[in-house]
């Protein structure tokens, strides 16, 4: 599914079937999302230490969690700098592995907003062959879904902590997703404001839009200096 023609690099390929798309023309909560993507808007910290509660939760496994491994197919020529195509694997005891194939994209001149568009990799096969094209641009973790409460948003939201392993160990990073209603990101974004303007307590620096503390970033250059 993913060869290429001779003389075309596989990050130019694969880019020609996901073209950029207009802002304003990017679904939402549509059942072409699923198909074509959609917006969400995230918030990234450092975590520095645990809170015993977060700790216990982690121990005792209580909160849904998935050991994940992840790669970044990068360019060559003149979009070397650019490694927004990802590949997953995310494995739980209880649910086995799974794949996925992921174009990201930023918005320019917006920090916490982003176009994901996720394609399912339907075997390991085509994983693996997928994979190879990621070495040396790679990141260990496992990510841990906490439910967590803001006083001023009615739903309920969920932290992804991640915690590194391998070459990162020792670092945490704390996100807020928030997905996106209608063609506009504002409702999402005044979300991100409130939790920016008054973060968990055992978040440390804001990072977010922080291109050093991307995980793209991380898998090719290791830890910020």
């Known amino acids: 599914m993913y060869h290429t023609q001779q003389g075309t690099d596989v990050y130019t390929y694969l880019m020609k079937e996901t073209p950029s798309i207009p802002r304003k023309n990017i679904p939402h909560e549509t059942p072409e999302a699923v198909e074509k993507g959609e917006m969400e808007v995230e918030v990234k910290y ?5 809170p015993e509660e977060i700790e216990e939760l982690i121990r005792s496994k209580t909160c849904d969690y998935r050991v994940i491994e992840q790669g970044y197919i990068r360019s060559v020529g003149k979009s070397a ?3 927004r195509l990802r590949v997953r694997k995310s494995y739980h005891p209880d649910h086995g592995e799974e794949y996925r ?3 990201k ?6 920090e916490v907003a982003r176009f994901e568009h996720e394609i399912p990799v339907e075997s390991k096969e085509e994983f693996d062959a997928l994979w190879k094209l990621t070495e040396g641009h790679r990141v260990h973790k496992t990510r841990y879904y906490i439910p967590y409460t803001h006083p001023e948003i009615e739903a309920e939201l969920t932290i992804e902590l991640d915690i590194f392993h391998d070459a990162l160990e020792g670092l945490m990073l704390a996100e807020i997703e928030f997905k996106t209603e209608g063609k506009d990101t504002i409702e999402a974004e005044k979300k ?3 939790v920016r303007a008054k973060p968990p307590k055992w978040f440390g620096e804001d990072v977010t839009g922080e291109k050093q503390w991307k995980n793209s970033t991380l898998a090719a250059k290791g830890l910020p200096k």
């Not at 994209?105 to 917006?110: H, L």
């Open 101 to 103: 194939f992921t174009d």
């Open 81 to 83: 700098k650019k490694a």
């Open 105 to 110: 994209k930023g918005i320019s001149g917006n």
């Open 46 to 50: 450092l975590v520095q230490s645990l």
């Open 192 to 194: 991100a404001a409130l």
